[in-house]
């Protein structure tokens, strides 16, 4: 693992003039990529500003005068619903699906990864086959069955199976994680008096750490863009997540609101952009070790 | 709380002295020792929560579905067993001829050109160089909020009639429109879109390639190796196994697009049915046209295709992927 974290330092040396010129060779090329990466990023930034006839004519990032109206007309809302109530009701499914997949998922890969006992194996073959096994097909029994249990129109259906590790990939990944402590630590402890409950308590939920949080931050943004699910469990406007809010007001007040609807989005994705900024170093070191999908 | 094992277990492992974990599992198969029913009993503890959600919301609704998928359910007015009649009307179903299509253009076209986009980036990623760390986040970061529907949006715009992208192809002599309009193009903005996220995969491929010893490399380049060489006879190989994890992955993730199709074509994939993908069509006919039985026929024929494409994929990788340390039969 170390070996892989640091193994091309360079030594401080005066470079060559063939190396400079290497190097800026390569941050220019690179920039140009990036140049071409970000443009919808930064397009979307500054059209948020933008009057609405410059939003679609004008493809400069730069607008060729400024409004603050399309802010105003997303804090607004839809329906006389306000902006923040949107916020908060997708605040409140990302923060449960994480404690959720917290709990769930440390729970069931310590038994799975670490204990040993009669149909361990099946149960881990299966949490494999969900892993890859396309979703759609249990979403109609799925939606039957959480309308026979009166559910639907509130979340729990979209935050129930995270607090019963069902998500395969999170299950998975504590798996591994956990596969990779050394055996010594909970044959020391089990020799010193400690049981199970201990052991996971006190050893093993503090070295997942890192899992912990790579699986929350992916488990907020996740959340946070999921649309499928509202979609289909969510009828009530007040109870609409951002994605859900954004798709509606896409279909009527946004065909004539074009800044309003770049405001909104833009604020919508403010909170993911500033999750990554915060995480970065943590997300990208837990996506090459995990093999996550953004 | 639990059996105390510090007496009973190093006997339990029976007269090989001090227990290995190897050791303890076989032991545990010819019997049960106290400690290991302790074991059992927490690990049933700790499965519960999974248990009863894999038999209530995963294991039970898919045999609920693969027998709706033999009746003729609709959510209001019910139905009844039809036998295999769903499987044959969908290829009678010019519906389902115009999903198979869409989707598999687009799984075509989006998984190459991500992955090579992602593993082209990738390689001028892991060089030693100033400011990398900020270049990694920039190229990551449209992973995040691509799947997003404030971006499908903002896609809509950009490639409207007029947007930037019809401006900046009319520079070039392009006079056909904004992509969004034109069932002949539409499905590029889609996939425009995937290759946007080439970062996910890229930040895997990095992991890859910072593991290829650079011995192998150096040694190649004092046999006189070209680059080229080089790239096709030791990276390629060596980083086979984070390619193939790439392939699958994305594979199977490409066949069930959703929320940006949704957003851009509609539940009925315009225009003319050039973005109607095949999640798409599912949602279609199971939550507005209610035909849940038929519907399910639709569900199980992706898990058919996606299944039969993971197992040639791991056919294939018997073959195409090399494990170094471990002798490749």
Same mark, same amino acid.
């Given at each position: 693992m170390s070996a892989t974290a640091a193994p091309r330092v360079i030594p401080r040396r005066k470079r060559t003039p063939a190396e400079r010129v290497k190097s800026l060779v390569w941050h220019v090329a690179l920039l140009a990529v990036l140049v071409v990466v970000l443009y919808p990023a930064f397009w979307v930034l500054t059209a948020s500003v933008k009057e609405n006839s410059d939003i679609? &004519?004008?493809?400069? %990032?730069? %607008?060729t005068s400024i409004t603050w109206d399309n802010f105003t007309a997303a804090f607004d809302g839809m329906a006389g619903v306000p902006l923040w109530r949107f916020f908060w009701n997708s605040f409140v499914i990302a923060a449960l699906s994480v404690v959720g997949i917290v709990v769930s998922c440390s729970i069931t890969a310590y038994a799975l990864g670490r204990l040993e006992f009669p149909g361990r194996k099946a149960m881990f073959a299966v949490v494999i086959a969900t892993l890859l096994l396309p979703g759609q097909v249990m979403l109609i029994p799925q939606y039957l069955i959480f309308s026979e249990m009166d559910v639907?129109? &509130?979340?729990f259906p979209l935050v129930i199976g995270k607090f019963l590790g069902l998500d395969a990939f999170f299950v998975f990944m504590y798996v591994q994680f956990l596969r990779g402590i050394p055996r010594e630590l909970d044959q020391a402890a089990t020799i010193d008096g400690a049981g199970h409950f201990r052991i996971f308590f006190s050893i093993m939920l503090p070295l997942l750490r890192p899992a912990i949080v790579t699986s929350s931050i992916f488990t907020f943004i996740w959340s946070w863009n999921d649309f499928m699910g509202p979609l289909i469990y969510l009828h009530e406007i007040e109870k609409f997540p951002l994605p859900r809010l954004l798709q509606s007001y896409n279909n009527t007040e946004g065909v004539s609101n074009y800044g309003g609807m770049m405001a909104m989005t833009l604020l919508s994705l403010i909170p993911v952009v500033l999750f990554f900024l915060v995480f970065q170093k943590f997300l990208i070191k837990g996506i090459a070790t995990s093999g996550v999908k953004g | 709380m639990s059996a105390s094992p510090s007496t009973t277990a190093p006997p339990a492992?029976?007269?090989?002295?001090a227990p290995t974990a190897r050791e303890k599992r076989g032991a545990a198969k010819r019997r049960t020792p106290p400690a290991r029913r302790g074991e059992r009993l927490v690990g049933y503890t700790f499965m519960t929560p999974w248990i009863i959600g894999s038999l209530v919301f995963t294991v039970g609704p898919m045999l609920w579905s693969l027998y709706l998928s033999f009746t003729d359910y609709h959510l209001v007015l019910g139905g009844e067993w039809i036998g295999l009649a769903n499987y044959t009307a969908m290829f009678d179903d010019p519906m389902f001829g115009r999903a198979v299509k869409v989707t598999l253009l687009y799984v075509l076209l989006a998984v190459p050109l991500k992955l090579i986009a992602s593993l082209a980036v990738a390689m001028l990623l892991t060089?030693? #160089? #100033?400011?990398i760390g900020f270049y990694r986040a920039a190229f990551y970061m449209p992973s995040l909020i691509a799947m997003s529907v404030g971006i499908a949006i903002v896609w809509k715009v950009l490639f409207a009639q007029g947007g930037p992208q019809d401006q900046i192809m009319s520079w070039f002599g392009?006079?056909?429109?904004?992509?969004?309009?034109?069932p002949d193009v539409s499905i590029l903005m889609l996939v425009l879109l995937s290759i946007w996220t080439f970062g996910a995969p890229m930040v895997i491929f990095m992991a890859g390639l910072l593991q290829v010893p650079d011995e192998l490399h150096e040694a190649a380049e004092v046999d006189g190796a070209s680059k080229w060489h080089r790239f096709v006879h030791i990276t390629i190989p060596m980083l086979s196994p984070v390619i193939f994890f790439n392939v699958l992955m994305e594979t199977v993730h490409a066949f069930q697009l959703f929320g940006p199709a949704f957003i851009i074509g509609g539940t009925a994939g315009g225009p003319a049915w050039s973005t109607l993908f095949y999640t798409v069509r599912i949602y279609a006919l199971a939550?507005?046209?209610?035909r849940m039985g038929y519907a399910s026929a639709w569900a199980w024929m992706l898990v058919l295709a996606v299944g039969v494409v993971t197992l040639i994929m791991f056919r294939a990788a018997k073959n195409l992927v090399y494990y170094a340390g471990e002798d490749n039969r």
């Open positions: 679609l &004519t004008n493809i400069s %990032p730069i %607008p639907v129109n &509130t979340i | 492992a029976g007269e090989a002295g060089q030693s #160089r #100033r400011g392009w006079d056909g429109g904004g992509f969004i309009g034109n939550f507005v046209d209610l």
